[in-house]
């Protein structure tokens, strides 16, 4: 079992649409969260940390579900420029390792 | 914001030859620093850490032999990839833990090199 879940996709939407990303992870030992926005033959770069309170930023909301293990990312009113792969990470300090996903690919189209 | 630059950007080489990649951290000092590889459609996946003055820490089913890693100073680490074989070909990226920073979560990544092995 990989030790990052994520649903590959792609997920297909019209702009305006709302779309929400899941994640699974494995460790219970895991200490940290984020989601990274990939664009093609780029590197990752971060675009929020998620906190078990949940946290907004602008249209993007993360929350996190320490109990099932499970991360989650809303992206409301998405634009054109939304579309990338969406990386799911964990960090475990026992490692100090950051563990990817597959990710998860948004096509918005007009 | 922290910048990790490396060289090259992408390489075509022969099967056989041995490719070395850079990585720089332009605007802070990093003790640590980690080489990813990621290949089409899947995610990245951690080769080994480093710090400066060590010898790195290989991930399991990664070979310290084929893949040289020297973190010679606080700014700089290199890859060598040794008698790349096609199967090597792929995006290598490095990513670099600012010194005396909050943890080894907070990793700046490069733009990363894309090899070609023919």
């Known amino acids: 079992r990989k030790e990052v879940e994520q649903d590959p996709g792609p997920f297909n939407v019209p702009e305006g649409a709302t779309v929400a990303f899941n994640c699974t992870y494995s460790n219970s030992a895991s200490q940290s969260f984020f989601w990274y926005r990939q664009d093609c033959r780029k590197e990752p770069k971060l675009l929020m940390s998620v906190y078990s309170s949940g946290n907004e930023d602008g249209r993007f909301t993360a929350q996190l579900n320490r109990a099932s293990q499970y991360i989650s990312l809303l992206i409301r009113d998405s634009k054109l420029s939304d579309s990338a792969t969406y990386l799911c990470?964990?960090?475990?300090?026992?490692?100090?390792?950051?563990?990817f996903g597959q990710g998860t690919t948004l096509q918005v189209k007009p | 914001g922290a910048v990790v630059s490396q060289h090259p950007s992408w390489v075509i080489c022969k099967s056989g030859t041995s490719v070395k990649i850079e990585c720089r951290s332009l605007d802070f000092q990093a003790t640590t620093m980690f080489w990813y590889r990621q290949f089409p459609k899947q995610s990245l996946m951690l080769m080994a850490t480093s710090n400066e003055g060590s010898k790195a820490t290989y991930e399991q089913g990664v070979e310290k032999d084929k893949f040289l890693i020297n973190h010679a100073s606080l700014t700089l680490s290199t890859l060598t990839v040794t008698s790349a074989h096609p199967e090597d070909s792929s995006f290598y990226i490095c990513s670099a833990t600012p010194r005396g920073g909050r943890a080894l979560e907070t990793q700046y990544f490069g733009p990363g090199t894309r090899l070609l092995v023919l």
């Open positions: 990470v964990v960090y475990s300090g026992n490692t100090g390792k950051l563990i």
